[in-house]
């Protein structure tokens, strides 16, 4: 059983950057497709960043040139660095393990971590 778990977020300032983090256990990250989705107040779920095992990254439009997926197979961790934050970005983040990638989209597995929130203050 493979358990995931997010760790980084926070209160930042419009501008700040902030790294999320997401481990897993049970598993091995290196072989799995990564997805980072996030959730506002109200909103659905949507997809913001995904990684693939062969080196497809996916990016949604609102956070590209800003965020970077990045894996670090030697610590079995998923990194998402976000830049320029803005309060839009305010959100529950999750990270999703073993799902199915396309070159365009991540399609999320049964998978899921607990959230990490962030916060970003105009």
């Known amino acids: 059983q493979v358990e995931v778990v997010e760790s980084g977020g926070g209160l930042v300032q419009a501008g700040g950057s902030l790294r999320l983090s997401c481990a897993a256990s049970?598993?091995?990250?290196?072989?799995?497709?990564v997805g980072w989705y996030r959730q506002a107040p109200g909103k659905e779920r949507e997809l913001v960043a995904a990684?693939?095992?062969?080196?497809?990254?996916i990016y949604t439009d609102s956070v590209k040139g800003r965020f970077v997926i990045s894996r670090d197979n030697a610590n079995n961790t998923v990194y998402l660095y976000m830049n320029i934050l803005k309060p839009e970005d305010t959100a529950v983040y999750y990270c999703?393990?073993?799902?199915?990638?396309?070159?365009?989209?991540?399609?999320?597995?049964?998978?899921w971590g607990q959230g990490t929130q962030i916060t970003v203050s105009s």
């Open positions: 990684s693939s095992s062969g080196g497809i990254t």
């Open positions: 049970g598993g091995t990250l290196s072989i799995f497709s």
């Open positions: 999703n393990a073993g799902g199915a990638t396309t070159r365009t989209y991540y399609y999320p597995s049964q998978h």
